[in-house]
């Protein structure tokens, strides 16, 4: 068994702190080259490196916990890998094997298995993979020298006030152009909604809820996870995006499984508009995300107009509450996985 670090899990943020080894393999010629575990958290990189001037950089975010019976599992990493392969195609950057990014992901889980958090502590590891050009462009075009890394670091919740319901609003800025690249987890998306984001928080809310950029009607998501909506009959509603600006989620997927198979509830996946929440169509709504796990949202504001989920702001709906337990349970090796979504680490 591998001592854990003396770290008080419990009162984790969701924030950086270096751990001990990184993943990095390099492209170039046409290659990417054989990845090594690496105790240096820096890059260097030439003033000219397509990153810095035309962003060609894409990155993925999943979660390695520790089981009730002392395993370390991360959940479904072959999705992080696909999604990031598409995200890449989408930059014209070489996808990184998804073979490989699912070993990368194992290696520096287990060389970094001192800082995955204890089963019940409520903290996770998160395992940050990111690729971006290092090679030297001046004209606008793709970059011939990539890097692909993987970090890891130990967090809690993402939304402050962690399972108890949270307050969003509706954004004046878009967050993705009709069919642009909302659809994939590139940086650029996430420097678009930064503005956002910053006078969202200064309001007191924990995110902003993105409508659709073509006609601001239909609800997208928020900047950093998928909506989900409880209906009056109980059904889950799931917003789509006629534009392609949704980024798809591995949880909302999982979640959308989950009500299915192990509560039997009905699933509807369609484009949700945002009148229905003005009009309380809803009985619950919540955000979704590897970081958000799924956070409640209690309250929608648009500009100075309230709207408060029948669930409201003091208690979390039961729906979002079972569907987070379900999800959770699962994770932590409580609950049957009836998917084989857990993926063991082996440590030993
Ligand atoms: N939407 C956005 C904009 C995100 O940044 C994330 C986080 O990855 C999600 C949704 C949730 O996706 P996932 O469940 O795959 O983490
Ligand atoms: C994640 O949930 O993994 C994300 O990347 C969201 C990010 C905004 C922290």
Not at 29 to 44: A, F, M, N, S, Y
Not at 216 to 239: I, Q, W
Not at 240 to 251: E, G
Not at 252 to 258: F, G, I, P, Y
């Amino acid at each position: 068994m591998v001592e854990k670090k003396d770290i008080e899990w419990g009162k984790l943020g969701f924030a950086y702190q270096p751990t001990d080894l990184s993943y990095v393999s390099i492209y170039k010629d046409g290659e990417w080259g054989e990845g090594t575990l690496t105790p240096d958290h820096t890059v260097t990189l030439s003033e000219c490196s397509g990153i810095l001037h035309y962003c060609q950089e894409v990155f993925e975010g999943l979660k390695a916990y520790t089981t009730k019976s002392g395993d370390i599992v991360c959940f479904r990493p072959d999705q992080n890998a696909k999604r990031m392969h598409n995200s890449a195609l989408r930059l014209c950057m070489p996808p990184f094997p998804e073979d490989r990014f699912v070993d990368a992901v194992e290696k520096v889980v287990k060389a970094n298995a001192a800082w995955v958090p204890p089963f019940g502590s409520g903290a996770t590891l998160y395992v940050r993979p990111l690729m971006f050009a290092t090679g030297e462009v001046i004209g606008v075009s793709p970059a011939t020298e990539y890097q692909f890394r993987i970090f890891v670091t130990p967090v809690g919740p993402y939304y402050t006030g962690g399972v108890k319901p949270v307050k969003v609003r509706i954004s004046e800025y878009d967050r993705a152009a009709p069919h642009g690249t909302g659809n994939i987890k590139a940086g650029l998306n996430y420097a678009m909604s930064m503005k956002a984001g910053v006078e969202a928080h200064e309001g007191g809310y924990a995110d902003n809820l993105y409508l659709d950029p073509q006609t601001r009607t239909y609800v997208e998501e928020s900047g950093g996870a998928n909506f989900l909506f409880v209906d009056k009959d109980g059904k889950l509603v799931v917003p789509q995006s006629f534009t392609d600006s949704i980024l798809p989620s591995v949880t909302r997927r999982s979640l959308v499984e989950v009500a299915k198979s192990y509560l039997g509830m009905e699933v509807v996946e369609r484009p949700v508009k945002f009148q229905e929440v003005r009009d309380g169509e809803f009985v619950e709504a919540g955000m979704c995300g590897t970081a958000a796990v799924i956070s409640p949202v209690g309250e929608v504001d648009e500009g100075d107009k309230h709207y408060v989920l029948a669930s409201g702001m003091e208690e979390v709906g039961p729906v979002m509450k079972k569907l987070r337990e379900t999800l959770t349970g699962i994770q932590s090796g409580k609950l049957e996985d009836k998917f084989n979504w857990v993926h063991k680490i082996d440590v030993d």
